[in-house]
């Protein structure tokens, strides 16, 4: 909602102390707003009345539809999402699930749990990230792996197509590359098939591909900090990416990779830095985290994510997959709304068995763990205070815990235009909330390994 007043406010030309004052009588609404306050449903109900009753005309004609008015009091619904945008593609949605549920701290716990099983050989511990996201995850991964190996070098590749996410990535790795001199981090927009081994597939990709090199000088995290904030201009300038008119899914414009290291470290590093046209494929560990959506075809998660993934594996390497598995809290909200709407159709043993008939003969080479559900499945929560939920629910938490639970079953934004218009989505999260003191989520791990060879 700050980002429709503020979107609204600069389009108008309105103050927003003039905004609060027009629509409720008070000029402080939307400072108040931005340090969290909570407001009630019916301040809510008159902001969005508002905000649809005095849409600019550009913004109208724009969408290409008029703004929906509320009707008896009801929360105006969103504009329907352009073809090809998805729910879960919404920055300011994913930054809202981030901040006030627990998965990724959670996932990198479960993550590093499985340091205990590497083997890694010279000249480096190596590490791919199929979609480090924010970086909450990597950080924490990275972490971990000092302080079981503290002196061992370190090449880590991260994937990621969006810009925001690679810019929030950045801003983490100053920390990581103090503490962990002897690391070389590698950041790339290219796809699964292609990102373990740095290399486009195609010739046009190949010829248009952006390689840029930074080694950063001192030896203070404020010193890299501010070197890798001097990079944002160029990724502003080439991380960008478009929709795929054929499957709906981002691509990138142009295929990039940056490698980051530490001028003081150049001579060990150089044996594993990257370079075009010699770069290895041989993970230690990769971390396949919520890489595909839970609605594609099992046949499209093995075959284009997790099946290259694995063949990326050197010998004693392991990859841990985690994606969504339902029967929480979550989907209890969903159901509700959308009575058998399911998301979550599969399960780990589902993925395992089309990964081995997707490897075919090669299947042999590799271990493939589903685990039990006491060590595969986990839980994470939404963050609430202990009082939050024991008696009348603030609106800011049930719009919080509505965004977590359409966030975690993907629910696209033309489907949620037609619930928000009565309210009856607040009223099933009030229940759900109340009934379980709480929400949280389930989240399976699988594990693939390589074998080693014999001796």
Known sequence: MLGEIREFCRQTQTAESTFGRLVVNDGKLVSRLRDGARITTGTLDKVRAYLAEHQPASTAA????????PQNGAVAAPAVAPPGFRFFDNRQKYLLFVSTCSEKSEVGNRISLELGNLQPAPPALRIFDAGVGDGTV????????????????????AKEISYEDVRLMLEKM??????????VLVVTNLYYAEAPWLTPRSVTSAQGLIWKDVTL?????????????????FLA?????????TTGNPVYQRPVILTLRREDHSFLLDPIMPRPGRVMADYDLVIASQPYRARASVEFKASKVVTPLVKSLRPGGRLIGIHSHGKDPGIEIIDQVWPGD????????????????????????????ASSDARSIFRYHMHTLPDEVSGPIGTSTLFAAWNAAIYVAQIEDNRLSEVVRDGRYLEATDRVLK?????????????????????
């Open 62 to 69: 724009s969408s290409g539809s008029p703004a929906v008015k």
């Open 138 to 157: 990597l950080s924490r991964v990275m972490r971990a792996v000092h302080a079981r190996f503290p002196t061992m070098p370190l090449y880590v590749v």
């Open 174 to 183: 100053a920390d990581r590359l103090f503490e962990h001199p002897a690391t």
């Open 217 to 233: 000088t001192g030896n203070t995290a404020h010193g890299f900090a501010e070197q890798i904030g001097e990079l944002e201009g």
């Open 237 to 245: 300038e080439n991380w960008r990416a478009g929709i795929s008119p």
């Open 342 to 369: 399911d998301p979550f159709k599969t399960d780990r043993y589902a993925i395992l068995r089309q990964v081995k008939h997707e490897l075919g003969a090669a299947a042999r080479h590799y271990n493939f763990n």
């Open 435 to 455: 009934k379980h003191g709480g929400l949280w989520f389930n989240d399976e791990t699988y594990v693939i390994s390589r074998r080693r060879a014999p001796a």
